[in-house]
């Protein structure tokens, strides 16, 4: 990969932009269940976007993740490994990004690879995570690890069954949204072709 050189113009004020997106205590949530998670054994990144971007940048720690919500044998990523090379890294990457998909989350809360590879948008990955850990929890089965109010539960369907008699009787009910005929009269009004009476 080439070096990018400094950004100018309109292409910082969008990086500014993506930059201020960035959640510091977001970051520490997010580092604590991924780290509670996975069992992690070794040391916990430096708070940073940076140290964030560099713990999670070789993609191992991503796969061990979604991994640790599966039960054995079913694990959607069968080889992990460490590798300083660019494109390992970045096949790990898209390896838990395919993972994350298929496990259940939209594509709009999913971040490219070279968000976090590249730390050009270090957000979306929060979001992405932040998106996987509400659905783990969700779930309900069993696989979550970590403290509860970390991650916000999505509503569920709530379906109801009615039987024939039930909706029989529903149809005879006059909703108050269509307001309601008790008590009308046409008392005080005018009949037709009378001029209004101003007093």
């Given amino acids: ?3 990018k050189g400094p950004s100018y113009g309109l292409s910082r004020e969008i990086q500014n932009k993506i930059a201020k997106k960035y959640d510091p205590e ?3 949530t997010l580092t604590n269940w991924v780290i509670e998670q996975t069992n992690f054994q070794g040391n916990q990144p430096e708070p940073g976007r940076n140290n964030f971007q560099e713990w ?3 993609g191992v720690i991503l796969c061990e993740l979604i991994n640790s919500l599966y039960p054995e044998g079913q694990k959607p990523i069968k080889k992990i490994q460490k590798s300083s090379m660019a494109f390992k890294q970045m096949e790990q990457i898209s390896q838990f990004l395919k993972a994350v998909e298929s496990y259940g989350l939209s594509t709009t809360d999913i971040f490219q690879t070279v968000d976090l590879w590249e730390s050009k948008d270090m957000a979306a990955v929060q979001r992405t995570l932040t ?5 783990a929890l969700t779930k309900d089965d069993g696989f979550y690890q970590g403290d509860q109010s970390w991650f916000v ?3 569920q369907e709530n379906r109801r069954d009615f ?3 039930q909706l029989k009787q529903g149809q005879a009910v006059i909703g108050l949204q269509m307001g309601t005929n008790r008590g009308a009269s046409q008392a005080g009004m005018t009949g037709y072709g009378m001029p209004r009476q101003i007093l």
């Fill in 1 to 3: 990969m080439a070096n």
């Fill in 26 to 28: 977001l970051e520490e």
């Fill in 56 to 58: 999670l940048k070789d």
């Fill in 131 to 135: 998106a996987l850990g509400s659905l």
């Fill in 153 to 155: 539960r999505k509503a």
């Fill in 163 to 165: 039987s024939d008699d």
